[in-house]
């Protein structure tokens, strides 16, 4: 079995949020009622083939499209309030740390700001090749530290900055720095605008938002009665920028710079890299993810930089079914995967395995879609039950593997029609597929529908009621998506 | 799409009682300074430079593998090395556990992280730092004393940048890939 086939093989899941927005019209998921109220409507095996005939998919399979709406299971997210599949693109992100990729140094947001968003201890970028720099000993006798790049062997001395410490570089830098004209020059510029624009701003009247009542006092307590003449009076306060020592004559080239019209041609990139200096690294964040609907946090990450747990983690994966198409069953039992490439015409039995990640059973049905022009699947096993998750699975999984006999045995038990295997929480169902063209990417669409009891306690129920009622608490979550599986080209 | 079972011929293969799978074909110096957790499989033609360790009284191990790991074929780990003050020395290169390790790589980093996967034909400079849940591309050259931060994927090079993010359930999704190829990893 050549590894290239199988890279071409995926199981992909549709998120039918559009973006931007919140979630979809169109696809009802989500339906959650108490034992008291009316039963989630769940399609039974005599209704399925009316149900194959209303589906409608949301994406054709060779749609460029379902690149951006469909990904694999592990890029997906879980709102479990509002029960429904999110995508990296239906959910808010926002920073929940900052730290540097090179020293993973966790640095406070109050740092971020005042370094702007760069690490400020001594991780810098190499200005030729941009990998890390690395301060490394040199044989000069005074200053014997430099910076020293390990893939192009770029060093810092070529520009002239050698250190007399190893750590500690960033004041060392100042110091180098300080001596620059031009930079004192542009501090005191930046100095001198910022006083301008404290002063305008709080004279001027600010738009809208509660600028009123601050313009209001100010303009009575400085007795002007007109947002114009504050402005005058306030600008005429500050005096005018005087250079703090750099001042460029060429007025020319000044001038010219001022007024370029149109830039034609880009000079080439001096291989002169003398002037050039090291740019501080910059810095990473971790991100939080809350559902675009609800606001409830799908993903929190532990702040410190090193730790890859997470507080909050909503994955797709522990909530929906994940479906993988099986090589084998055991290292005895013949290969399931169909014989690549597939063949136009051909009835393949395509095997999938689902999996059930819930303590709860789940109850699964699977529709295709009505009929393609691509390719005609027939669903054998329709609806089928999923045993629930136990940990137990997970070191009975060896004997399992080794014995040949114990899987075959389930398999001419004489259950349900069209289900392969049963192992756990694990089912693994046959559909026919028989590809109608000849086609690049051969995609077959499935509707998926699972529905489980939810035996958590609902938040907002007193506690008083739950005895009573006994089963109050629990709740029947469906959900309901496409999945989009690719099986790669056919051929005549 | 599911990982394939790979069948080995038991006699190829050395079973030590932690379920260490290692080949008879490997290729692994000083093995006393090797130390390998339960359950990792050590494929044929793979080196393992165990005496390349720091001279001292000790014994100290200098190479450290941790569990459900995967040595691929023709793969070369080997300590890093630095002259530091006139003294040369070797020091000891850390794999924590779940890590895969792709055919004809070479390794001479500092460290590894858990639940990282390595690809085929990579590089690892000198004193790297791998954290967890990394991923290397095939053909990555990861230039010496690159730190690579969790959750990154690491491609092309020399040297080699980070491209683009993991997801957040990428731990699970290797730990149980590991678990899956040492599962499969049968005798025939």
Partial sequence: ?492 | METPYSTYIKAEFIETDTGNKVSRRSLISGSQNIVLGGKTIVHPKCTIRGDLRRAGPTHQASVLIGRFCSLGPYSVLRPPHKSYKGVFSYYPLKIGDHVDIGENSIIEAASIGSYVVIGKNCIIGRFAIIKDCCLIEDGAIVAPNTVVPPFSVVAAGPPAKVVSHLPESIQEVFEARSKDNYAKFVHE
């Fill in chain 1, 1 to 492: 079995m050549s590894s290239a086939s199988n890279t071409l093989i995926s199981v992909l899941y549709h998120c039918p949020c559009n973006g931007a927005t919140q979630s979809p019209g169109g696809l009802d998921t989500g339906v959650r009622v108490n034992s008291e109220g009316e039963e989630a409507v769940v399609p039974n095996a005599s209704s399925n083939s009316e149900l194959e005939a209303q589906l409608k998919l949301p994406l054709q399979p060779n749609s460029e499209l379902l690149v951006l709406r469909a990904s694999a299971i592990e890029n997906l997210y879980y709102c479990d309030d509002c029960s429904e599949l999110r995508c990296s693109r239906c959910v808010i992100e926002e920073p929940a740390g900052y730290h540097c990729p090179n020293c993973l140094f966790d640095v406070p947001t109050a740092s971020v700001r005042s370094e702007k968003n760069c690490c400020a201890r001594n991780c810098f970028q190499c200005p030729v090749c941009t990998h890390m720099l690395s301060v490394v000993e040199t044989d000069t006798e005074t200053r014997p530290f430099s910076f020293a790049c390990s893939v192009c062997y770029w060093d810092s001395r070529e520009i002239g900055w050698e250190f007399e410490k190893a750590t500690g570089i960033s004041p060392q830098i100042e110091a180098i720095k300080a001596s620059d004209q031009q930079a004192k020059e542009y501090t005191s510029l930046l100095e001198y605008w910022r006083t301008v624009y404290r002063i305008s701003a709080t004279s001027a009247p600010t738009s809208t938002l509660g600028g009123h009542s601050v313009g209001g006092a100010l303009k009575s307590r400085f007795g002007l009665s007109s947002g114009l003449a504050g402005n005058s009076a306030s600008t005429a306060v500050i005096p005018p920028y005087q250079a703090a020592g750099y001042m460029d004559t060429d007025h020319t080239r000044v001038s010219q710079r001022m007024n370029i019209e149109n830039v034609d041609t880009v000079p080439p990139l001096s291989a002169d890299l003398t002037s050039i200096e090291p740019q501080r690294i910059r810095l990473h964040m971790k991100l939080a993810r809350r559902c675009r609907s609800c606001h409830h946090i799908l993903i929190k990450p532990e702040s410190k930089a090193q730790a890859t747990r997470f507080k909050i983690q909503l994955m797709a994966a522990n909530f929906l079914p994940t479906i993988t198409l099986p090589n084998r069953l055991s290292p005895k039992t013949p290969v399931l995967l169909p014989e690549m490439p597939l063949r136009v015409g051909k009835t393949v039995p395509l095997v999938l395995r689902f999996a059930n990640p819930l303590y709860s059973e789940m109850r699964v049905t699977v529709a295709a879609c009505a009929p393609e022009q691509d390719s005609h699947v027939e669903v054998v096993a329709q609806q089928f039950v999923l045993a629930p998750f136990t940990e137990l699975w997970e070191y009975d999984e060896d004997e399992d593997e080794d014995s040949d006999g114990s899987s075959s045995g389930e398999r001419s038990a004489g259950r349900q029609r069209g289900i392969v295997d049963r192992q756990g929480n694990r089912v693994a169902i046959q559909l026919n597929l028989t590809p109608k063209a000849v086609i690049d990417n051969l995609t077959v669409p499935l509707f998926v529908t699972c529905t489980h009891q939810d035996d958590m306690d609902m938040d907002t129920d007193a506690p008083a009621s739950a005895p009573a009622g006994g089963d109050s608490s629990r709740r029947t979550v469906t959900n309901k998506f496409w999945v989009y599986i690719s099986l790669g080209p056919t051929v005549q």
